[in-house]
């Protein structure tokens, strides 16, 4: 029997959408090459998903979010939950689906900390879009912040997020993995959340400074509400709608693995939106979880 997504019986400042994964991660010299077999080190296996992630981040930084996802009926599937919902993160709204497995991330991490990831979503791809749609929406009141990435089916993001917005939700879209969105949804953003090569895909521009960050925000602001672009140890690029774009600079840590960086500052900086700090504060609180998240193994810190 399929255990549906279900309604908590409280309100939540915050809100996430997206996957909860089980990371399988390796560490090599260097990524093999086409055809190539090299040698790795130090395997291990731990939650995952941008979703799962980026709520985590949320709960770390002060705002317990709900987070609306799918796992499998598989032993992944329950250990995922207990262990998010030891980390602060309501997963009432987690549905359970039988015969399914749940999703799966398997990751490089090179000598320098960079990381080449393949996912396979299985639970995450199942859910409904009007059912993800009722969950998101369940809790929603003016004000409320709901956080999404592109991991998840699109028409799951583009039902739930529309329906959230309607409400009088706040909507957080990091368009990650780059990919072509309807013009509907992007307008929703607020702000859009990229790296240096979403931006790029997006912008079709080159980002690879702070300058081109500023040209691209000034181009895609007017597509969406705001927009926020990361450039890992250079520092961060944000504008809003009819105001210059500024800079934030980065915090110069030694970086041990990149994996979950992104999804550390997409989920600090939603928690600090949704206590109503200002979208200079949200950057900061970003790039402060940034920071920290590279520094340990694997997407989010241990226990």
């Not at 509400?225 to 934030?248: K, N, Q, Y």
């Not at 900061?284 to 193994?297: D, E």
């Amino acid at each position: 029997m399929t255990k549906g997504l279900t309604m908590a019986n409280q309100d939540h400042t915050l809100i996430v959408l997206g996957t909860i994964n089980r990371d399988h991660t390796v560490f090599v010299e260097r990524p093999p090459q086409p055809g190539e077999t090299v040698l790795g080190h130090d395997f291990g296996t731990r939650i995952g998903g941008k979703g799962a992630n980026q709520a985590v981040a949320a709960a770390r930084a002060g705002v317990a979010p709900r987070l609306v996802s799918a796992v499998g009926d598989d032993s992944d599937g329950q250990t995922l939950m207990a262990e998010l919902e030891r980390r602060g993160v309501d997963v009432t709204a987690v549905a359970v689906f039988p015969g399914i497995g749940s999703g799966v991330a398997l990751i490089t991490v090179d000598a320098q900390g960079e990381n080449s990831i393949v996912v396979a979503g299985d639970a995450g791809t199942s859910l409904d879009p009007e059912a993800a749609a009722s969950a998101v929406t369940a809790h929603v009141t003016p004000g409320t912040v709901v956080l999404s990435q592109l991991e998840l089916p699109l028409k799951v993001v583009e039902a739930a997020l529309a329906a959230a917005q309607s409400a009088g939700a706040r909507v957080v879209l990091n368009l990650s993995p780059a990919q072509d969105i309807p013009s509907a949804l992007m307008e929703m953003a607020d702000p859009l959340l990229l790296n240096a090569h979403e931006a790029a895909t997006i912008a079709a521009q080159p980002v690879t400074n702070r300058a081109e960050a500023e040209a691209a925000a000034a181009h895609l602001v007017g597509r969406c509400r705001s927009v926020v672009i990361t450039l890992g140890p250079d520092g961060v690029v944000h504008a809003t709608a009819g105001e210059e774009p500024e800079f934030v600079a980065s915090t110069r840590v030694e970086v041990i693995d990149t994996t979950g960086a992104g999804d550390a500052f997409a989920g600090a900086l939603a928690a600090t939106l949704a206590q109503d700090g200002s979208m200079a504060d949200a950057v900061t609180s970003g790039v402060q979880a940034g920071a920290a998240a590279v520094q340990h193994v694997g997407a989010q810190p241990p226990e």
